[in-house]
């Protein structure tokens, strides 16, 4: 951990400073604090990213449940308190049930082989009530039952969605939603007055079929991408790609629900399937995609979005950089940042164990593609691209990316790690890193502007936000404020630059560091005395 420290050395003793504040949770005194879960509506989240305009409205990404398949049966087991009061409602986006006119669907829920509800003969939806009792051998904890539903469905068993709720508290104690991603939006988001907002376009088992990622623009629109093969499910297709969202919670989620239109997207170009990771490119409606089928990386420009709800991809343009060597890694998000200074976007190559550097400016045009399944105004191979292998060393599962003030930011789903790098030079050098103790769970991290840091959990169907605790005034990091702390700001002051570089100095967080932070570093100690 002495490499991300600079030293500064009083007599015998030598001190360590941060040179960047986003360090200073490499000092372990840190707080892992859930600030939303599964009763927000977050389920298996891959994604989060901060709201361009609106300050501290945090979005999270979900995945989303895959489809049933048609005329399968599918049984799932749940472990509740003993003598609960639920609630099971199965439902069908068509409204004509599971049964008979499409097929033989039915629905059964049991507890110890006695069934408390069934059916199929429905319209929209169907509710049953019951208590699920009590003392019956089953393999849960002590204390609780095992409650098993049964689901057989119909010709079209993509329309089901059902959940299982507790009748007082409303807890949810199981649900499967239609196929397609979702969001899950916080306003004031790690605030006391934070409150969550769940949304589901009713054509995301299309636009979001199995989401992976997500990026927001500097205006207010946002893409995700989508790790299928084919975004209609078709066993032989190939046609799925990224898809441009309006943020207005007026339009998204909202316009088109019930059609004629498809839903509230802007645009959706239909030719990277797996494509596993995103971000802006910067500049209009221009996207970066990890693109997991061709192992490429992929510029998507969907220029003039159609009409909410539309089809015209026709003025899109893709141009795919195959020379770029990435591997996707199944159900494993690669996530991407774009340095908008520099030009250069930093790759979670997860399924080859490393973060490469490419250079999205360099690059000509090598001959034309043709594109799959729709017309664009150009799909181009791209050559001469410059890229390298940027960091390749005791990496696993890299998946989330992010980057601030020459801090490169990794997760490592495998080991659920959060890594620092220090990329002020053309060598990164490893800081340090945060233990979260969540292996196979951590994938997309955000620093917002605040330089707080955050993380969704996969496994645990969380959104996490690391707070760190630093004492103001204790410079030395040894949980007092004393005057030992005041010498070494002195001394610090005496021989090192102004500029604040370290905020752990700044005391009266002007952005320099002067004599006005001994003043009130010692106006500090002399009011806790």
């Not at 989330?400 to 002020?424: E, K, P």
Request: proline share 2%; charged share 20%.
């Amino acid at each position: 951990m002495l490499l991300f420290f600079s030293l500064l050395t009083m007599g015998s003793i030598t001190f360590m400073f941060s040179q960047n504040s986003i360090d200073d949770y490499l000092n372990g005194n840190n707080n892992h604090v859930i600030i939303g879960g599964f009763e927000d509506g977050i389920d298996k989240p891959r994604d989060l990213d901060f709201h361009p305009l609106i300050q501290n409205q945090l979005w999270v990404l979900n995945q989303g449940d895959e489809r049933y398949l048609n005329n399968s049966e599918n049984i799932l087991t749940v472990c509740i308190e003993e003598n609960s009061d639920v609630v099971f409602t199965i439902y069908d986006s068509h409204g004509d049930g599971i049964c008979c006119e499409s097929g033989e669907g039915f629905y059964s829920i049991s507890v110890c082989d006695e069934i408390y509800a069934s059916g199929g003969d429905f319209e929209s939806e169907e509710s049953s009530s019951f208590n699920v009792g009590e003392n019956c051998q089953n393999t849960c904890e002590m204390g609780e039952i095992e409650l098993t539903v049964t689901i057989f469905t119909d010709d079209w068993a993509k329309e089901i969605s059902w959940s299982l709720i507790d009748y007082s508290t409303q807890e949810v104690y199981a649900r499967r939603l239609e196929p397609g991603g979702s969001t899950v939006i916080f306003h004031n988001a790690g605030l006391d007055n934070q409150i969550s907002e769940y949304r589901k376009d009713s054509y995301s088992r299309h636009f979001m079929n199995t989401a992976s990622a997500f990026a927001f623009d500097n205006q207010g629109f946002f893409a995700n991408t989508l790790e299928c093969q084919d975004a209609n499910n078709n066993t032989n297709g190939y046609f799925t790609g990224p898809t441009l969202w309006d943020s207005d919670l007026s339009i998204y989620a909202v316009l088109n629900q019930d059609g004629p239109l498809l839903g509230s997207h802007l645009d959706m170009i239909h030719q990277s399937p797996y494509s596993m990771g995103i971000d802006y490119g910067g500049i209009g409606n221009v996207y970066w995609v990890f693109d997991g089928y061709h192992s490429s990386i992929v510029r998507y420009d969907f220029a003039l979005p159609h009409e909410i709800g539309g089809h015209d991809h026709s003025d899109g343009k893709v141009w795919r950089y195959d020379e770029v060597d990435i591997q996707r890694s199944e159900g494993i998000p690669s996530h991407m940042v774009l340095d908008d200074v520099s030009g250069y976007l930093y790759v979670a190559d997860t399924g080859n164990q490393r973060i490469l550097k490419f250079d999205t400016n360099s690059g000509n045009f090598s001959y034309d593609l043709t594109p799959y399944g729709e017309s664009l105004a150009e799909y181009w191979m791209m050559e001469n691209a410059h890229w390298e292998i940027f960091i390749d060393e005791n990496l696993i599962k890299p998946s989330g990316i992010d980057l601030l003030n020459n801090r490169l930011v990794v997760s490592d789903y495998a080991t659920g790690q959060i890594i620092f790098y220090d990329i002020s030079t053309d060598l990164p050098s490893e800081l340090g890193r945060i233990e979260t103790g969540y292996e196979d769970s951590i994938m997309g991290i955000k620093i917002d502007q605040n330089q707080k840091l955050w993380y969704v959990n996969f496994q645990n169907n969380n959104v996490v936000l690391v707070k760190n605790n630093i004492i103001s005034g204790d410079i030395n990091g040894d949980s007092f404020v004393n005057v030992t702390d005041v010498v070494l700001l002195v001394d610090f002051i005496l021989n090192s630059s102004p500029e604040a570089s370290n905020l752990f100095l700044d005391i009266n967080n002007d952005g320099i560091v002067n004599i006005v932070d001994v003043v009130q570093l010692v106006t500090l100690i002399l009011d806790n005395e």
